[in-house]
């Protein structure tokens, strides 16, 4: 899944067609517990899960799953240049880093060239509005231009969750001049059959605005 609306890879193809995944090395950023990692074995695809989350990657080791898990932070990976055929992200690894340039610089060195990456984020459009998914949820609170990071403390005050807010317009800056090519920019609409709410999404506000943006990048 790219994200909350429930558009999979199997009608995306934005990796490209499936049949075509058997024997690519594909990275996984920001893995979690590596459920898109799972998926691409079970294509033939060569996937390695990575995640700087050690707690992560033990529930990855958990559920099971016969690829590698690596420890690391997106920003140095340690893989050698030209490494990978095709890297991904389903809301990892980019939001989190303050400039994910140095995230898609590192991806653009350890794939091969006419890799392809693929990652997914919120919506910058979502930042205006409260992260409510009823009514609540559909009047702008804030600046869309405010780059202000959101962030959670714990109670002695310490940041124990942190995300940056890119404009769209940063986000396909930050693509191009890390060396990429944007091949397409992806909105899901909320379909129909999905009746889910999850924290600020729901089929109210997915029928309004945007919830997800999905970037379809190739190392030329």
Known sequence: MWGPEGLDEV?????GPPEELKGKDVLELGAGAGQCS????????RPVALDISHRQLQHALRIGGPFPLVCADAVALPFADGSFDLACSA???L???????????????VLRPGGRLVFSVTHPIRW??????GPEGLSVSSSYFDRTPYVEQDEEGRAVYVEHHRTLGDRVRDVVT?????????EPEWPAWNTAEWGGWSPLR????????IFVCERD
Not at 11 to 15: I, M, T
Not at 38 to 45: D, E, I, P
Request: avoid cysteine; glycine fraction near 12%; proline fraction near 9%.
């Open 38 to 45: 799972r998926w691409l074995a079970g294509q033939g695809a």
């Open 178 to 186: 890390s060396g990429f090519r944007l091949v397409d920019l992806v």
């Open 11 to 15: 009608e995306a193809e934005l990796l």
């Open 91 to 93: 809301y990892g690894a």
């Open 206 to 213: 997915g029928n309004l605005i945007p919830g997800t943006a």
């Open 128 to 133: 205006a509005f409260p992260d409510e998914p």
């Open 95 to 109: 939001p989190f880093v303050a400039d994910p340039r140095l995230v898609l610089r590192e991806v653009r060195r």
